[in-house]
């Protein structure tokens, strides 16, 4: 399964935007970059995915990069609400299950 | 539902009792998983159902879990002989399937404590 590497935490000035990084050096060409967030154990919340382009929904933006090893989440204005860990997750090719694997994630922290 | 629903979101039990943590996947929703979380540890994935093949059972931690879901749709996890170690926040999810690009969501949970 290809892994991602993420900093365990960051912390993000309320208003400003939120840019969270994530390695994912050995993804295959049909697997996605999913994005989740977890605030206080509830269930995970969805962010957004892609597979090689940009994404943007009412959430977030994608950035893959081109050679697809790596991404960044940005959440344009982060809000004291934004504070959460956030898994960036390689998600397993059909004809396994589909299924998330987690890591720990980057817990960030917004600040007034 | 407009969501995945669980229930009890709480329960209580004693060692050794047995308990059963409902799961209603959204409508339509083919793919379903069983996921756990212990207190300041990640995710851990349990099991796996997708339409009528058999289950993927691989992250089951011993013999004491077991899971089914009936007619497609709702699913429901069995813990029996429950041990403190048990105690976690289960959490269920469900998909429109498998492929890689359909993606997952996740119910709130159930918060299962062993005392």
């Known amino acids: 399964d290809a892994k991602t590497t993420q900093p365990t935490s960051m912390d993000c000035a309320e208003g400003r935007a939120a840019n969270l990084p994530c390695n994912h050096s050995t993804i295959s060409g049909n697997e996605y970059v999913y994005w989740y967030r977890q605030i206080h154990s509830q269930g995970p919340q969805y962010i957004i995915h892609?597979?090689?382009n940009n994404e943007t929904n009412e959430m977030a933006s994608l950035i893959i990069t081109e050679d697809r090893k790596s991404s960044t989440l940005i959440l344009p204005h982060a809000t004291l609400r934004d504070t959460a860990v956030y898994y960036c997750i390689v998600r397993v090719a059909a004809g396994n299950t589909g299924k998330l694997i987690f890591g720990q994630g980057t817990t960030l922290q917004v600040k007034p | 539902g407009a969501g995945v629903s669980q229930s009890p979101s709480n329960k209580v039990t004693e060692k050794g009792k047995d308990v059963e943590l409902r799961c209603d996947p959204i409508s339509g929703h083919t793919a379903l998983y069983w996921y756990r979380q212990s207190l300041g540890q990640g995710l851990e994935f349990l099991i796996y159902?997708?339409?009528?093949?058999?289950?993927?059972k691989s992250g089951l931690p011993s013999d004491r879990f077991s899971a089914e879901r009936t007619g497609g749709s709702v699913s429901t996890l069995t813990i029996q002989r429950t041990q403190q170690e048990d105690s976690a926040v289960y959490l269920c999810?469900?998909?429109?399937?498998?492929?890689?690009?359909?993606?997952?969501?996740f119910g709130e949970g159930s918060w299962l404590t062993v005392v």
């Open positions: 159902f997708q339409g009528n093949s058999a289950p993927d």
């Open positions: 892609g597979l090689k």
């Open positions: 999810a469900s998909s429109s399937g498998p492929s890689s690009g359909n993606t997952i969501y």
